[in-house]
T-cell receptor, first 111, second 115 residues
Framework: RKEVEQDPGPFNVPEGATVAFNCTYS??????FFWYRQDCRKEPKLLMS???SGNEDGRFTAQLNRASQYISLLIRDSKLSDSATYLC????????????FGQGTTLQVKP | DVKVTQSSRYLVKRTGEKVFLECVQD?????MFWYRQDPGLGLRLIYF???????EKGDIPEGYSVSREKKERFSLILESASTNQTSMYLC??????????????FGPGTRLTVL
């Protein structure tokens, strides 16, 4: 079983749609979670951290369910510029600073 | 703003050549990381370092070595490049202390082609 699993997609949605990505992680000791965004042929960039209580940043909402070991990202009112690959990331609980990356979910927003 | 720079965006080398990839960060981060990214395989950790002159193997260290002589600089070395090392190489850095929201920041990547 992979340590961090995501549906690779692609998710093809029209502008204005709401889309949700899910991610599961295998190590119940994990404490820190993130979503990164990666544009084609560019480096991953931090989109948002995921807090236990859930958190929102504009059109983006991240949620964490520790019991189910499940993380989600919701994008409301999708824009063409949201087209990218979204990486679910879990910090290794061994305190080395290592991150464990999912393979990413590709989103294509169409006009 | 965190800035992580890599010496080249694109590099073409021949099989058997020694290749140096350089990474520099300006945020006084203790941790530095080298990854490669390939289609269908995601990001894979090659080596990381949590202090000057310290290094730890990641998941795929074979065929690579690293050097960290200064805190801000972390070099990846391909001793004898092979075609299966054609990939996107990404450097990242982060603070050492375990604040939960600390995370890694990436350089722009080097796309290496080995012919």
């Amino acid at each position: 079983r992979k340590e961090v699993e995501q549906d690779p997609g692609p998710f093809n949605v029209p502008e204005g749609a709401t889309v949700a990505f899910n991610c599961t992680y295998s190590n119940s000791a994990s404490q820190s979670f993130f979503w990164y965004r990666q544009d084609c042929r560019k480096e991953p960039k931090l989109l948002m951290s995921v807090y236990s209580s859930g958190n929102e940043d504009g059109r983006f909402t991240a949620q964490l369910n520790r019991a189910s070991q499940y993380i989600s990202l919701l994008i409301r009112d999708s824009k063409l510029s949201d087209s990218a690959t979204y990486l679910c990331v879990v910090k290794d609980p061994s305190n080395t600073g290592k991150l464990i990356f999912g393979q990413g979910t590709t989103l294509q927003v169409k006009p | 703003d965190v800035k992580v720079t890599q010496s080249s965006r694109y590099l073409v080398k021949r099989t058997g050549e020694k290749v140096f990839l350089e990474c520099v960060q300006d945020m006084d981060h203790e941790n530095m990381f080298w990854y490669r990214q390939d289609p269908g395989l995601g990001l894979r950790l090659i080596y990381f370092s949590y202090d000057v002159k310290m290094k730890e193997k990641g998941d795929i260290p074979e065929g690579y070595s690293v050097s960290r002589e200064k805190k801000e600089r972390f070099s990846l070395i391909l001793e004898s490049a092979s075609t299966n090392q054609t990939s996107m190489y990404l450097c990242a850095s982060s603070f050492r202390l375990a604040v939960s929201t600390d995370t890694q920041y990436f350089g722009p990547g080097t796309r290496l082609t080995v012919l």
